[in-house]
């Protein structure tokens, strides 16, 4: 063939992806900080298998047949109640649609709204599977820095004067994904005041809000909304199993007829059989108690990861200090490429995989920063792999002074 039939929008656009990342990960030679597991040991794996045995014997044949695409209303309520309580909001069970886990949800909202080069903001950096899933439908990015409270709304204020347009911004408010940041109450208010001001959405995708291990929790975007511009996300990856797929969209009537005639195009309805297990579950477990559990256990991981860096890395390194989530944010000296350090030295030699900043920026272009995850590995390796990643990165800061 003379010429590529290929789409150019997925053209690879960083110097590392994902699914390196992934091999390295699985390398059982290496420690890996990189993927956003959960730890297998916290799975109901026994009271989900259960769930899976009942829900096929209580429907019989009939589960295995089309169903409808918004999901089962049993779970949705279920989905309502669990929102109500981690949310301080209740939506009604027709405000919400399952989706295959959070990831086609996100994919779904930018179907929804994106033609070429619309604009739309997120954090730097972000969550790189939303950036993925916004990128086939090619917007035009504008980036807001994260503080330690969330996002800086100087910044967005003088964005959105400038990009009046702007369709919607997409925020992970809690434990953000990488960061660990979450947005402060006020910053939330405002964000929402110039929402109605510039005539926007706001994207709230919130998987880990449930998983907090220290302070006091606040509203959700969604519970202080007056004005139906949040769309919330969120899922059962982090806290029952990934492997469910299972996901969820909250938004108001007008959205939800479009979000469902998009779904139905996309795959008719998600998988009714992990669907009515999930139901099955809740109605027969304490998912409060069990999250509980959850927190416990990484809460220890999370403070043990943060007590290994502050112990092992270098004076130079900055990282985040989050109070609950998946992830801690690590900054190196700038001019320090961490995609390079990773490929030239931390694999190689320390065994470490982390993943880098340049593929958690819409520009693709910060270099100097990489995220870590404590809930996957073991309390040893967590030891171990700080301990390597600091004797590498004084060895590299060295070198560089």
């Known amino acids: 063939m003379t010429r590529s039939h290929l789409s150019t929008r997925h053209q690879q656009t960083a110097e590392l992806n994902m699914d ?58 279920k989905i309502a109640d669990l929102t109500a309580t981690y949310f301080d909001y209740r939506p009604t069970a027709d405000q919400i649609m399952m989706t295959q886990g959070g990831q ?9 709204f994106l033609d ?5 903001i997120v954090e730097a950096p ?11 439908y090619e917007p035009i990015y504008h980036e807001v820095s994260l503080e330690a409270d969330g996002m800086d709304m100087a910044q967005l204020e003088a964005t959105l004067q400038q990009y009046p347009e702007t369709k919607f911004v997409y925020t992970i408010p809690d434990f953000q994904n990488p960061t660990g940041v979450t947005m402060s109450l006020a910053k939330r208010k405002q964000l929402l005041t110039l929402a109605a001001q510039y005539d926007f959405y706001i994207i709230e995708d919130s998987p880990y809000r449930y998983l907090r291990y220290t302070g006091e929790a606040v509203p959700s975007l969604a519970a202080l909304d007056t004005d139906d511009r949040v769309i919330l996300i ?35 309805q998600p998988s009714y059989i992990s669907l009515m297990a999930i139901d099955h579950y809740l109605g027969k477990h304490d998912i409060q108690a ?14 043990l990861m943060l007590a290994c860096l502050a112990a092992d890395m270098p ?40 993943v880098p900043s340049e593929m958690q920026y819409a520009s693709r272009q910060v270099t100097h920063q990489f995220r870590l995850n ?6 040893d390796d967590i030891r171990t792999g700080i301990a390597r990643l600091g004797k590498a990165l004084h060895q590299q800061l060295l070198v560089a002074q």
């Open 315 to 354: 004076d130079t390194v900055t990282f985040t200090q989050p109070n609950g989530g998946f992830f801690i944010w690590v900054s190196l000296p700038e001019g320090v490429n961490a995609t390079a350090l990773l490929a030239e030295q931390v694999l190689s030699q320390a065994k470490v995989v982390y």
């Open 116 to 120: 070429k080069d619309d604009h739309i």
């Open 234 to 268: 969120s899922s059962f990856s982090k806290i029952l199993s990934p492997a469910l797929r299972t996901g969820w969209l909250v938004a108001n009537p007008a959205l939800m007829a479009l979000f469902l005639k998009i779904k139905s195009g996309l795959d008719i």
């Open 374 to 379: 404590f809930t996957g590995a073991t309390p």
């Open 104 to 112: 086609q949800a996100i994919d779904i909202i930018g179907r929804a």
């Open 126 to 136: 972000t969550y790189m599977g939303a950036l993925d899933a916004f990128d086939s």
């Open 20 to 77: 390196q990342i992934f091999a390295q990960a699985a390398d059982p030679e290496n420690v890996s900080f990189g993927m956003g597991l959960p730890d297998e040991a916290v799975f109901p794996s026994e009271a989900l298998a259960q769930a899976f045995n009942e829900a096929i014997a209580t429907a019989g044949a009939s589960i295995f047949q089309y169903h409808d695409t918004q999901g089962p209303v049993s779970l949705r309520e």
């Open 290 to 303: 069990h999250i509980a559990t959850i927190n416990a256990k990484y809460r220890d991981k999370c403070a």
